[in-house]
């Protein structure tokens, strides 16, 4: 009886955790499973511990060739998109002008098209148009997905952002350049970087777009896709830890400098 | 003191200059606007008219396509593809209320139970989104496999007779069924419903729960009439969020599932990229976002919530 109130009493948070763990467990599988070593080309059933992979992560054919492409594709449209979308964020929360709602339903519009649909009329535009699939059609599609979600995340930082430390900064004779340089840029910072952050991420892993854009080029995520069919080396199962290790890492290297800085 | 006076009050002559400068501002705005609106216009927006009139095309890639105004690639579509759309529509209705029902516990637990521990959860929920999606997706292939741990369990619970009745699952395994092309979708988009959920519990006041408990209702009570249509905005957001991908999502059915679930994002990559019939993959796909488009303001309708973003 004491048990079953108990259980009762916890309901919730029991099951918010066993959702946690269905969020986690998958990570936990490609931590063990980057220590296997699997017979034969797929890495799904365990077969013995093995740290070759890790000693030696860039082993595989095209596999680090694939993860620098991708970091760099992502870094590229990180500075695009952040760029573009904050100015276009800037407009919209300080600016009242006549194109303003449809502004916002061009903005909102590309988050709420299933990728599928967005990918496949990019691809039948540059194929019409003659252009060749690479590099620079992989970047231009993710530019164009991640615009949107900077522009969010900006606007909302600036929205709720005090205008009379703006007029204050003024009335102390800063010129617009100070202003803007010393005041409004470091208040929208953090969304800044926010989205930039979600920029990269969703950037480094896009599969959909880059699979209708890229031509012969072989993203990460490209190379994942085909392995899945030729076979997955243990590699790919380190990778996915590292990336995992190092999101926790800055994540919570992140949360301690903000703490500290809160605190003095 | 408010302002600087820089100039003494403008003379007549001087008019003209002030307003010119004062039209100058008012193009600030679009000059912001300018280039990142180009590249929507340009990279987003067109295309989709583009593509709008690919799927009235008829011809072959040898002799080149023509607009024709053919509408029958449409019906043709609709003719030969109808499962897969029901199919889709179906699975992502499923993982988008299991997302719900999985989801809302996690967002109040990090909303109201969590206390100092609220970070640590948070960076739970949002790491898994720095990891490659597809890795993580292959993992659940070892999860589900045959014989695995898993599907023992749910065996030995005569779990899997269920199910396999039902037809989510069939015979012995789980992969290669609908139940892991669902559990796979449920998975991936969890985190699009966690984090609108908890957004919205979060500006909830806890004085409201409060006063729910000093009137004397149970916590269930306080639940359905004051927590939950407090956080309707979350509900629809996430709801959002999590059917419009998983409705357009290939990934899952192709890397858990088999040829028997087949949903229409994956008849339009292998129209588009492997037979390289584009007007059929353009009318597929503008005939799924019109479907999404339509589903999407019909439940806005609905719920009510118009602020979404």
Redesign the interface.
């Known amino acids: 009886m004491a048990v079953l109130r108990w259980l009762r009493r916890h309901l919730?948070?029991l099951?918010?955790?066993?959702?946690?763990g269905?969020?986690?467990?998958?990570?936990l599988?490609?931590l063990v499973?980057s220590f296997n070593k699997p017979n034969g080309r797929f890495n799904?059933?365990w077969q013995r511990f093995s740290a070759d992979a890790w000693a030696d992560p860039c082993g595989v054919a095209d596999l680090c060739g694939s993860l620098g492409l991708s970091l760099r594709i992502a870094l590229w449209a990180t500075v695009g998109a952040t760029v573009?979308?904050t100015?276009?964020a800037?407009?919209l929360a300080?600016?009242r002008?006549r194109?303003r709602p449809a502004?916002?339903t061009?903005?909102?519009?590309?988050m709420?098209?299933?990728?599928?649909?967005?990918a496949?009329?990019?691809?039948?535009?540059f194929?019409?148009m003659g252009i060749r699939f690479g590099f620079w059609t992989i970047l231009?599609?993710h530019?164009?997905f991640c615009?949107s979600f900077v522009?969010?995340a900006v606007k909302a930082r600036v929205m709720s952002m005090d205008p009379r430390l703006e007029?204050a900064a003024?009335?102390l004779?800063a010129s617009p350049a100070q202003t803007f340089l010393r005041v409004t840029l470091p208040i929208a910072a953090p969304g800044i970087a926010a989205g930039a952050l979600l920029s990269f991420?969703l950037s480094?892993?896009d599969?959909?777009i880059t699979?209708?854009n890229a031509g012969s080029t072989v993203t990460?995520?490209m190379f994942?896709?085909g392995s899945?069919q030729r076979g997955?080396p243990v590699q790919?199962?380190v990778?996915?830890t590292a990336?995992?290790l190092?999101?926790?890492l800055c994540?919570?290297g992140g949360?301690l400098l903000s703490g500290r800085r809160k605190r003095s | 003191m408010t302002t600087t006076t820089e100039a003494p009050p403008p003379a007549a002559e001087d008019a003209p200059q002030v307003r010119a400068r004062g039209a100058r501002k008012r193009l600030v705005p679009y000059w912001l606007l300018l280039p990142g609106i180009l590249w929507l216009v340009v990279f987003f927006a067109a295309p989709l008219v583009y593509q709008a009139s690919t799927s009235v095309q008829t011809g072959s890639l040898e002799e080149g396509f023509k607009v024709t105004w053919h509408f029958a690639a449409y019906w043709d579509a609709l003719g030969a593809y109808w499962p897969q759309f029901l199919r889709s529509v179906g699975y992502a209705a499923t993982a988008t209320v299991l997302c719900l029902v999985l989801g809302y516990p996690l967002a109040y637990l990090i909303a109201f139970k969590a206390g100092r521990w609220r970070n640590v959860v948070m960076i739970l929920v949002i790491a898994p989104f720095f990891t490659s999606f597809l890795i993580r997706t292959l993992a659940w292939k070892t999860i589900l496999a045959d014989g695995g741990p898993v599907v023992g369990v749910l065996n030995s619970l005569h779990v899997l007779d269920v199910t396999s009745w039902l037809g989510l699952t069939e015979g012995q395994r789980v992969l290669a069924t609908p139940l892991a092309v669902v559990c796979g979708l449920t998975y991936n988009f969890l985190p699009f419903m966690v984090l609108p959920l908890y957004t919205s519990l979060e500006r909830i006041d806890p004085r409201l729960h409060e006063a729910a408990g000093d009137l004397y209702a149970r916590p269930v009570t306080t639940f359905r009439r004051v927590t939950f249509p407090l956080s309707m905005p979350g509900v629809v957001a996430g709801t959002l969020l999590t059917f419009i991908p998983a409705a357009g999502d290939y990934i899952n059915a192709e890397l858990l599932g088999s040829t028997d679930q087949k949903m229409i994002g994956n008849v339009i990559q292998s129209q588009f990229l492997r037979v390289l019939d584009y007007p059929t993959a353009a009318a597929l796909s503008f005939i799924l976002m019109a479907a999404i488009l339509a589903m999407v303001t019909l439940y806005i309708r609905k719920s009510g919530t118009e602020d979404l973003v």
């Open positions: 919730v948070v099951a918010g955790l066993g959702t946690l269905y969020l986690i467990l998958p990570n599988v490609v499973f799904y059933e573009l979308g100015m276009i800037f407009a300080r600016y002008f194109a502004v916002n061009l903005i909102f519009l590309p709420a098209m299933p990728e599928v649909v967005m496949a009329s990019l691809a039948t535009l194929l019409n231009i599609a530019i164009m615009l522009v969010t007029q003024q009335d004779y991420a480094f892993d599969f959909i699979n209708f990460f995520p994942v896709w899945a997955t790919i199962n990778i996915g990336m995992f190092i999101a926790v994540v919570l949360q």
